[in-house]
C-alpha cells in the first residue's frame, strides 16, 4: 500500500458492521433506479459447488460421495428440486424464491482456465482477471467502475473488509468497512491521531491532501449511514456463518445512495477438507449463512433489485470424491451464481457432462467449460451496457468466443 493508499484508508473507515439488529439507520440523497449496479460476493476457500448445486440426477453423484452426497428430493435434509437433475442445497432455501420468479441463474463448471490448486494464486487470477499473469496493477471490478459514468461521489465503489482486496485495487477511488471486534478501532478513530492528520494535510493543495479529504468525506457519508451498535466479526473474511447481517447493511446502503455502482464482500469458512457434511453440517451452515445474507441483501434492495446484479463467486471448486476426512480437496471447476432483476434465471448456464472419470479434469474434479470471465462480460454488456471495445479493457487479452451465455441477461 502506498502513501496515498494508506491516507484514504486509514482516515475512512473503522466500522464492526454485522448483526441482525441493526438502529439508528439515516440517509442521505434521493431515491433512484436509474443506475446499473453490481455487487461481487466472493467466496474465499473454494467452496464445493457440486454441494451448492447438485447433479443429483447422476447416479456417480452419490457414488463418489457416499457420506457427503445431498440426499435426493423429497428425502430428509434432501436437495431442493431444480430441474429434475439438478438440486439446490437445502441450506439455501431462502434463494428458492429466485430460482421460481427467474431472477437466479447458476453457470456450472465454471472457472479459471490456471489449473493451480493454490488459493493464494487462484484468487489473485480471478480477482485480477489475468489468470496466470503475476504482475497486474489493477483488478478487474476497478476497472469496471473506471468505464462506468463517474458519479463524483466517494461511495461509487464499496468494498467491505479490513483490507482493499485486489479486485478492487486500481486507479478508480473505493471506500472500505472493515469487520472488527467490539472496542477495536482504528488509528484514525482515536480524537488526537485525527487531529494530528488533519492538520498535517487539510492546509496541504496536493494529492495528498485531497485523498485525505476524500477518505473523511466517505467516513462521514458511511457514519450517516450505518448502524451505531456494532457486532463482532472475525479478523479479515468474516465466515458466512458470522456474518449474515450483510446483506441487511449493504441493500441498505444500495438502495438509498444512487451513486453507489460496485460493491465487493468477501466471505471465509468453505474451505473443507475435514467433516463436510451433507444437508446439515460444517459447510451447511455456511450456506445458511450466505443464504440468509443474500436474501436480505435482495429484501432490502427493494425496487432497486431490478436495477443491481449480484455474482457469486469461488477461486476454485472441490474434488468431485470426497476424501477419507469426509471432506473435500481442491479441485478445478465450480459453479458461478448470478442473480438479478434482470437475469433470465431458473436455469442452470454452462456444460457439464456428466461425473464420469472421462468428462473429469484430470480425472478428479469438475472442468471448467465456462471461462469465469465469461458470464462477468455478459453481466458487464448486457446489465452494465459497457461497449465492446470498453469489455476489452476490462479483461485484457482475453477473447470471449463463447456465446452461450449471451440470454443470460436481458439487456
Not at 447422476?58 to 428430493?73: F, L, M, V
Not at 485531497?210 to 463482532?232: C, H, P, R, T
Request: glycine share 12%; with cysteine.
Amino acid at each position: 500500500m502506498n502513501r496515498r493508499e494508506f491516507l484514504k484508508t486509514s482516515a475512512a473507515f473503522s466500522f464492526s458492521l454485522f448483526g441482525q439488529n441493526l438502529a439508528g439507520w439515516a440517509y442521505g440523497g434521493s431515491k433512484s433506479l436509474e443506475g446499473k449496479k453490481l455487487i461481487v460476493v466472493f467466496l474465499r476457500g473454494a467452496v464445493d459447488g457440486l454441494s451448492v448445486v447438485s447433479p443429483y440426477g447422476d447416479s456417480r453423484y452419490y457414488q463418489a460421495r457416499p457420506t457427503i452426497g445431498i440426499a435426493q428430493p423429497g428425502q430428509k435434509d434432501g436437495l431442493l428440486d431444480l430441474d429434475s437433475y439438478f438440486g439446490l442445497a437445502p441450506a439455501l432455501a431462502p434463494l428458492l424464491p429466485y430460482w421460481k420468479d427467474k431472477s437466479l441463474a447458476f453457470v456450472h463448471a465454471c472457472g479459471s482456465p490456471e489449473n493451480t490448486r493454490s488459493h493464494f494464486d487462484a484468487q489473485d487470477y480471478m480477482e485480477s482477471g489475468r489468470p496466470g499473469v503475476k504482475v497486474v496493477d489493477s483488478g478487474w471490478l476497478n476497472r469496471v467502475l473506471t468505464q462506468l459514468p463517474n458519479t463524483k461521489s466517494p461511495l461509487r465503489g464499496i468494498n467491505v473488509g479490513a483490507t482493499m482486496p485486489r479486485i478492487l485495487q486500481g486507479p478508480e477511488n473505493v471506500a472500505s468497512y472493515a469487520p472488527q471486534s467490539i472496542g477495536k478501532r482504528s488509528a484514525m478513530d482515536v480524537p488526537v491521531v485525527a487531529e494530528a492528520f488533519s492538520r498535517m494535510y487539510t492546509q496541504r493543495q496536493d494529492t495528498l491532501a485531497a485523498a485525505f479529504k476524500e477518505g473523511i468525506q466517505a467516513q462521514d457519508m458511511l457514519n450517516e449511514k450505518l448502524s451505531k451498535e456494532m457486532v463482532a466479526a472475525n479478523k479479515g473474511a468474516p465466515s458466512a456463518k458470522s456474518f449474515k447481517g450483510f446483506g441487511q447493511q449493504l441493500g441498505k446502503i444500495f438502495a438509498n445512495d444512487p451513486s453507489i455502482q460496485v460493491a465487493f464482500v468477501a466471505l471465509g469458512g468453505f474451505d473443507t477438507h475435514v467433516n463436510q457434511g451433507a444437508g446439515k453440517g460444517q459447510l451447511a451452515n455456511q450456506l445458511t449463512g450466505l443464504g440468509t445474507g443474500l436474501s436480505d441483501l435482495i429484501s432490502n434492495l427493494g425496487d432497486d433489485y431490478k436495477n443491481t446484479v449480484i455474482m457469486v463467486m469461488s477461486e476454485f471448486g472441490r474434488t468431485v470424491k470426497e476424501n477419507g476426512n469426509g471432506g473435500t480437496d481442491h479441485g478445478h471447476g465450480n459453479v458461478m451464481w448470478i442473480l438479478g432483476g434482470n437475469v433470465t434465471g431458473g436455469k442452470v448456464y454452462g456444460k457439464l457432462d456428466g461425473l464420469s472419470d472421462d468428462k473429469l479434469f484430470e480425472g478428479r474434479d469438475l472442468p471448467v467449460t465456462t471461462d469465469f470471465r465469461t458470464p462477468i462480460l455478459a453481466v458487464c454488456e448486457a446489465h452494465l451496457n459497457l461497449e465492446k471495445n470498453k469489455l476489452n479493457d476490462v479483461f485484457p487479452g482475453f477473447t470471449n468466443n463463447d456465446r452461450s451465455l449471451d440470454q443470460l441477461l436481458r439487456g
